[in-house]
Every structure is written in C-alpha cells, then in structure tokens.
C-alpha cells in the first residue's frame, strides 16, 4: 500500500460554523474566500476533486506551539470533501475523520509496507529538514513518536519541519510545515526505516 498525499493546494481551512455544518449535514455552502487560506491564495478545487477540510477553530496548524492539539486537531477535526459545482457547496467525500482513514488503511495494510527513510542518524528526510535528536532518541527508546521530526537547517521550526505519527517501525503520518503553514500531508501505513 502506497502512501497517500495531500498536498497543500488540497487543503481547505474551514470557519468553525462552516465545518460544524459540514459535518452534521454532509454538506456546507461554498465559504470562499475563507476556504484556503488568505495567505495562501488558490483556484478553487476542480469538480469532483478531493480536499481535506479542516476545523480552523480547533487550532491553528502551525504544529509549533501546541504540537499534540494540533496534530490532534488534524486528525480528528478533518473530513475529506469534494466541491459540487452544481450548487456551489463541498459535500463529505466519505465519512469519519482524517484518524478514521488512517486507522483504517493501517489495519487494511498487507504484505511489503513502501519503504521511507524516517529517521537517519545524519542528515535529512525526504523534505529536506534535519531530524532533531531529541526525536530520533525518543522513537528509539520509547518506540514511537507524536511530534516533532525534523526541523529546518536554520533551526526555525515556523520556516519549515517535519512532524510524524510513529509506531514501532510504521510511520502512520507525516505532515510537512513550511513558511508556517501545512505543505503536505502523507498519511501510510509505510515502513519507517532508521537509516545509517
């Protein structure tokens, strides 16, 4: 099974009235231009196209500051949506929160896990950030890791890093920040592999 990628062109920022209707009735009005952030202006998804809608009342999704009430937030106050042109609205493309799909594509998971280089002893990952010790020792001894990865060469997490969901050797989710916002979200199971 291959991760799955939400990039950040993928992502809406709902008002929390917005989300709450849109999780109650499946459905909600289209809430330009408080969908993507102002900051980060897009075109309007495609017809059709999956989003993940999150609830920009549950927090801000910096991840630096409150690193589980964001991570937390992500998975929990989340819904994959798609835009109906038709009326104008975004529509539940499925039930149930980011943590549902992550949970069920980790039990669905069979045979060889796609392989990512998660934590190296030097180095960076894949997004170009260098893994932070205090993260590689607290996977290695505890055996997981809900946090931070990986920060940016600078050293300003804001400016970018990286943030997993880590069991044992299987990496559940990374979530990629740069410029202070969400880049892209990778949900796995993939087998997360400490590299030398």
């Known amino acids: ?5 939400i990039p950040q ?31 980060q202006p897009r075109e309007a998804p495609k017809p059709g196209e999956i989003c993940l809608a999150l609830d920009e009342s549950q927090a801000d999704y910096f991840l630096e ?3 589980p009430r ?15 042109e038709s009326t104008g609205e975004l529509a539940l493309a499925r039930e149930g929160s980011l943590r549902d799909v992550v949970a069920m594509r980790c039990h ?27 993260a590689r020792d607290a996977w290695q001894a505890e055996g997981r890791l809900f946090g931070q990865l ?3 060469g600078c050293g300003e997490p804001g400016c970018g890093a ?10 559940r989710l990374l979530v990629e920040i740069s410029a202070a916002g969400i880049a892209r979200i990778e949900i ?3 087998a997360a592999v400490r590299r030398r």
Request: glycine share 8%; with cysteine; aromatic share 14%.
């Open 188 to 190: 796995g199971p993939f």
């Open 150 to 152: 990986a920060v940016c």
């Open 108 to 134: 669905d998971a069979t045979g060889v896990l796609s392989e990512r280089a998660c934590v190296p002893t030097d180095g960076s990952d894949h997004f170009g950030n260098c893994y932070t010790d205090a």
């Open 162 to 171: 990286t943030y997993a969901w880590l069991e044992g050797e299987r990496c």
């Open 1 to 5: 099974m291959e991760p799955l990628q």
């Open 9 to 39: 062109s993928h992502l809406a920022y709902l008002e929390g009235p917005v989300f709450a209707s849109l999780a109650k009735t499946g459905r909600c009005s289209w809430p330009w231009p408080t969908l993507w952030r102002p900051d």
């Open 70 to 84: 964001d991570m937390n937030a992500i998975l929990d106050a989340s819904r994959f949506v798609y835009y109906l």
């Open 65 to 67: 500051f409150d690193t």
